[in-house]
Nanobody, 121 residues
Framework: QVQLVESGGGLVQAGGSSDLSCAASGSVWRLGAMAWYRQAQGKERELVAHITRAGSTDYGDSVKGRFTISVDNVMNIGYLRMNGLTPEDTAVYFC???????????????WGQGTQVTVSS
């Protein structure tokens, strides 16, 4: 069974850094684009960062210059490096990826379970 497993996050002080990872587990033939979203309490889910398989990146305006998305296409793991964190970055962070399971020709969109990032002031 193919799934995305997130790790990282937790409690961090304002101005600090934190790293998130998102590993595709199971029989994955191909990892396509990957993205990170976040959802703060009482707010809608928003796009944080996106990366194509070719490595092109895009970021939400609120995180540009502070967050960096990357992916290891061999190990099928994505990363989000977060610098200069503020309390406004507090949210549950979700990874999202296009994965093609082994033996299939159909890519599908998968979501991670979410990981909490809390930034204290």
């Amino acid at each position: 069974q193919v799934q995305l497993v997130e790790s990282g996050g937790g409690l961090v002080q304002a101005g600090g850094s934190s790293d998130l990872s998102c590993a595709a587990s199971g029989s994955v033939w191909r990892l396509g684009a990957m993205a990170w979203y976040r959802q703060a309490q009482g707010k809608e889910r928003e796009l944080v960062a996106h990366i194509t398989r070719a490595g092109s990146t895009d970021y939400g305006d609120s995180v540009k210059g502070r967050f960096t998305i990357s992916v290891d296409n061999v190990m099928n793991i994505g990363y989000l490096r977060m610098n200069g964190l503020t309390p406004e970055d507090t949210a549950v962070y979700f990874c999202n990826a296009v994965l093609t399971p082994l033996g299939s020709e159909t890519p599908k969109i998968y979501w991670g379970q979410g990981t909490q990032v809390t930034v204290s002031s």
